[in-house]
């Protein structure tokens, strides 16, 4: 009986560490997203204000420490690229979240430890 609660002490050991481990990987997921629809939302405002200027405008785009001149057309096509990329990157990272949410809890871990220790099925 001593061997069976040392065994059960330390697999919910492991598994606070595995939730631990989750729920700092749900956090990082809520950063990333929060900072992509930053930028979203950046590409978005940018674009909008371009779009009032005449279409035969050139600007300046800042590459590294230097501007390139670029057409309208050119910098309007990058924004709406920059904002299609950071929805699907959105859309992966909710859910990878939704997925990790699943494991969040000791309690499930602790659930699904004692059915396969068992032998039953789930």
Request: cysteine-free; aromatic content about 10%.
């Amino acid at each position: 009986l001593a061997t069976v609660d040392l065994e059960l002490k330390k697999a919910f050991t492991e598994l606070q560490a595995k939730v631990i481990d989750t729920q700092q990987k749900v956090k990082l997921a809520d950063i990333q997203i929060e900072q992509l629809n930053r930028t979203k939302k950046h590409a978005h405002l940018t674009d909008t204000e371009i779009m009032t200027l005449v279409d035969e405008t050139n600007m300046y785009e800042g590459v590294g420490r230097m501007f390139i001149l670029q057409s309208k057309e050119v910098i309007h096509n990058q924004l709406l690229e920059k904002q299609k990329i950071a929805e699907e990157k959105i859309k992966e990272l909710e859910q990878k979240k939704s997925y990790l949410d699943l494991f969040k809890f000791p309690f499930f871990y602790f659930v699904l430890f004692l059915f396969l220790r068992q032998g039953l099925p789930m």
